[in-house]
């Protein structure tokens, strides 16, 4: 099937390089695949490289300019992921690193925006993403955020392992009933929103991992980041509606965000 699809790719083509991250299932390398720079996961273990060889299925159909593209597999030694090279990395240790004087509010909102259409391309194709976070989004070249990660990608959600799940990030409903729907997506994209404009904080901070899930559920939200327009304040307090049915749509979240990307005025050359 994958063959047939022309995502089968040949290990002599492929030309390694360094290690430029850690993954939970082993080194994440860059690379080149015929002339095109790569990143390039190895999967060993046979069980694991089963599941993913499941998540790259759900990638191949997937196509979108802020959706991190999958080039193919490549089935040498386990499983091999390749895809696109996404050269500043992943969207924390980008705005840890460089923070304020070198972002401004306007590429953030370039960030929330780019999410935010990657997200409202799986709303329209009806998946689930399930583990949306900063730490899932990369950054090409061109500083265009994409989302990354389709591990736990699903058409129709079924239930996973309780403990795995990344509970600062996780709608009350999913934590509690496992409902994960596009709704719970979108409390996840507040989550990140709140990461994005607190240049990579860990949110909820000093809050212990054992007490979000309670204090969640009594109603207690995250306050503002420091300087973050009340718009997008605002934004996030929907996100995080206790019912999802009273949550945005991404599309809606969309329209709202290109009209404040509209009306930002940039700050830096960045
Ligand atoms: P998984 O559960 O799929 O193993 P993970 O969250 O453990 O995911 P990876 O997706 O394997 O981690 O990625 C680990 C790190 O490697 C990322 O945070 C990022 O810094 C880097 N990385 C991953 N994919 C790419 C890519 N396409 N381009 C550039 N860097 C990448």
């Not at 499941?54 to 390749?82: A, D, R, S």
């Not at 895809?83 to 992943?90: I, V």
């Not at 799986?122 to 955020?145: F, G, M, Y």
């Not at 990608?153 to 239930?159: D, G, I, L, M, V």
Request: with cysteine; glycine share 6%; aromatic share 8%.
């Amino acid at each position: 099937q994958l063959s047939k699809a022309g995502w089968l790719l040949d290990m002599e083509k492929l030309i390694l390089g360094n290690s430029i991250g850690e993954g939970e299932f082993g080194a994440v390398y860059e690379g080149e695949y015929m002339g095109k720079k790569v990143a390039v996961k190895n999967i060993k273990c046979d069980v694991t490289a089963q599941a993913f060889l499941e998540e790259t299925v759900v990638m191949t159909k997937l196509q979108h300019k802020n959706l991190v593209q999958l080039l193919g597999v490549i089935l040498h030694n386990g499983l091999h992921i390749v895809t696109e090279l996404m050269a500043k990395g992943n969207l924390v240790n980008y705005l840890r690193s460089r923070g304020r004087s070198v972002v401004d509010v306007k590429q953030l909102l370039r960030f929330s925006l780019d999410v935010c259409e990657g997200m409202e391309y799986l709303e329209s194709k009806k998946l689930v993403h399930r583990d949306l976070a900063a730490r899932n989004i990369l950054i090409s070249s061109e500083n265009t955020a994409k989302i990354s990660d389709f591990g736990l990608a699903k058409a129709e959600p079924k239930s996973t392992d309780n403990a795995k799940l990344p509970i600062k990030w996780t709608a009350p409903e999913a934590l509690k009933k496992e409902k994960f729907s596009t709704r719970s997506d979108v409390w996840s994209y507040g989550i990140l929103l709140w990461e994005i404009y607190s240049y990579g904080r860990q949110p909820y901070p000093k809050m212990a991992l054992k007490d979000v899930k309670e204090k969640v559920e009594q109603g207690y939200r995250m306050e503002a980041p420091d300087d973050c327009p009340p718009v997008i304040y605002t934004l996030m307090r929907s996100c995080w509606e206790s019912d999802p049915s009273k949550r945005p749509s991404f599309r809606k979240l969309r329209e709202k965000l290109e009209k404040e990307h509209r009306d930002c005025k940039s700050t830096s050359g960045s």
